[in-house]
């Protein structure tokens, strides 16, 4: 019996491969949750073109005013 210096109980090898699934399992959930977004945004999205010109307006004004404290 190996010596366990591990709090799980677990050898290295053991936690190697189950740190390996827990990673592809997380991928896979990461890829689903990247698609879902995607098919809800071209369902509904959820920033409107008034609401993204404002954004883009604000980021140019901030802009303005910092070059003109700058320079």
Known sequence: ???QDSMSGLTP???QEFHKYYIQ????FVAVAIVAHILVWAWK???QSAALDSAVGAVKTAAVSM???IG
């Open 45 to 47: 999205p959820w920033f």
């Open 25 to 28: 399992g997380m991928m896979l």
């Open 1 to 3: 019996m190996a010596d």
């Open 67 to 69: 070059t003109t404290l």
């Open 13 to 15: 090898n053991e936690a």
